[in-house]
């Protein structure tokens, strides 16, 4: 990295107080069996919208204009598909998602 870069800590002290929620890391232990389900939950932000969205480079306007997108089929802004998918993997990290059984029916939205 180079010079004038803001560390972790103070971004997360930035992310929490534009509303972004931050949970400790908990690595899995144990074995899984064929069919076993794992749940998480992570309410998405403005914060993760705009930060992603900055990351990523994409500023589609069906993330971030409410009047433009109200006139589609979400009816109102949406989540980046890829920060929805890129949580599959929290669970489990070191291992595969399994990206073949990942899907929505309609597009999620920021609270």
Do not use: Q
Request: charged share 25%; proline share 5%; aromatic share 10%.
């Amino acid at each position: 990295m180079g010079g004038g870069e803001v560390g972790l800590r103070e971004l997360s002290r930035i992310y929490s107080e534009a509303g972004g929620e931050l949970k400790e890391f908990e690595k899995f232990k144990g074995e899984f069996e064929v069919g076993a389900r794992i749940t998480y939950e992570k309410r998405l932000t403005e914060a993760d919208v705009v930060l992603f969205g900055l990351v990523s480079g994409d500023l589609n306007p069906v993330h971030f204009d409410e009047e433009v997108v109200s006139k589609t089929r979400f009816g109102g802004r949406v989540v980046h598909r890829m920060l929805t998918m890129s949580l599959v993997s929290r669970p489990w990290p070191g291992s595969l998602a399994p990206w073949s059984c990942w899907r929505t029916a309609s597009g999620i939205r920021p609270l």
